[in-house]
Structures are given as C-alpha cells and as structure tokens.
C-alpha cells in the first residue's frame, strides 16, 4: 500500500534549528512535497524534490534520498511565525498526492 | 479572482440535505482536485479532473459526486448529507502533473453535517 510518515508534534526555540523527517512508501515515485499550513488556513507549497539530494531556499531547506524513502525539511533560524503543521506529500505514478497527517511544529520563545 | 475561489466558507446543513460546494480557479490549471482534512488523518483525496470533461475517483469519494465542465469550475456535490461528512473541504489545482509549482490551495469550506 502507499503510506506517508511524520512525526505528529515537533517542539523547538526560536533561532533554533529544527529538522522534520518523513519516510515515504508509494506506487511509482513523482517527486517529494512539503507544504506549510497554519491553523484555519490552506497548505501553501514549499517545495519539491524529484532528484536525490538538497534543495536550499532561504532559511528552508528539504532534502531526499529516493533509494531510502526518506525526506527532511530543514527549518534555521526559527521565527514564531513557523508555528504551522508541515505535510509532506509524494506524488505516485499516476502523478495523484500521498499526503502524511502533517507534522504540528510549536516554537518557543 | 486571484488563484482558487471556494464559496461558501463555512456550513452547517442539515443531514439528508443536498449541498454544492464551489470552487473557481483563474490560473488555467489543466488539473483540479478535492479533499476533505480530519484532524490527525490528513488531506484525503475526493474526486479529481485532470482535464476539462474528465473526473476520477479518489481515495474517499462515497456520497460525493463533481462535474468539470470547463477549465475554470469543479463544484462538489454531496446528494445527501450525513455527519460523518463534517469535515474542512479544500479545492486545489496544479499544471498537469504537479510539476515543481505543487497544488494550489483554495482557502477551504469548513462543512458541519447536524
């Protein structure tokens, strides 16, 4: 079957860093998103990996190794502004989304 | 209009009722796409339409039914509501395929079946 798998709850400080893992199991592979969703609002798309390796945008990051299933978002300088759930998706070979339940980040001051 | 329109933003119906939730998109997006999101499940796929005139079934489409008349437009029906359909419903659209840009998200219906 296909799965998607992130942690539920993920603490961490401000200014701090914070890595967001998922592993992923789907029928024919398209590519790894992660998206971004505050509470009462619509994911909105933070990036994309098709080819192993990292992917660097400002002070985010996501990462994918296609030969272990795994990927990672990688937060710096957290700002409390990145409280939000994060959902990692894999697109299968029908090019349709797996979505995870979403990982919930909670940042402290 | 700017990216994806759903109306209305918020329901309380009446179980047994017949309900049409809308969504419009303005970016020409071949495809188009509906889920419902429950708290700890994720976003679960409804029905899709990878091209005017097409749709398919998604993970969860029992008691839902859609139409894709034109490139713009992919209302979502439900024939008769129950509870169990108490859920936040997102409309979402991409090029086809997905491609490096993703979905885009409308801002969601949330939806209570009483």
């Known amino acids: 079957g296909q799965n998607i798998d992130q942690p539920t709850e993920m603490t961490a400080t401000e200014g701090a860093i914070v890595q967001i893992n998922c592993t992923y199991q789907?029928?024919?592979?398209?590519?790894l998103f992660w998206y971004q969703q505050h509470a009462g609002e619509a994911p909105t798309f933070l990036s994309y990996?098709?080819l192993d390796g990292l992917e660097e945008k400002g002070r985010f990051s996501s990462f994918l190794s296609r030969s272990k299933g795994y990927s990672y978002l990688l937060l710096k300088e957290l700002q409390m502004k990145d409280s939000a759930s994060y959902l990692c998706a894999a697109m299968d070979s029908n090019y349709q989304l797996i979505w995870g339940a979403g990982t919930k980040l909670i940042i402290k001051p | 209009i700017a990216g994806i329109t759903q109306a209305p933003t918020s329901q309380i119906l009446a179980a047994g009722r017949r309900m049409t939730l809308r969504c419009t998109q303005d970016?020409?997006?071949?495809?188009m796409y509906w889920y419902r999101q429950d708290l700890g499940l994720g976003l679960r796929l409804i029905h899709y339409s990878n091209t005017a005139g097409t749709t398919g079934k998604g993970e969860v489409p029992d008691g839902y039914s859609v139409s894709r008349a034109n490139t713009d437009d992919f209302p979502l029906t439900l024939a008769s509501a129950v509870p169990s359909q108490t859920s936040v419903y997102f409309c979402?659209?991409?090029?086809?395929?997905?491609?490096?840009?993703?979905?885009?998200f409308g801002s969601g219906t949330r939806l209570t079946v009483v």
């Open positions: 970016m020409r997006h071949n495809a």
């Open positions: 979402a659209s991409s090029d086809s395929g997905g491609g490096a840009q993703g979905y885009t």
């Open positions: 990996n098709v």
């Open positions: 789907t029928s024919g592979f398209n590519g």
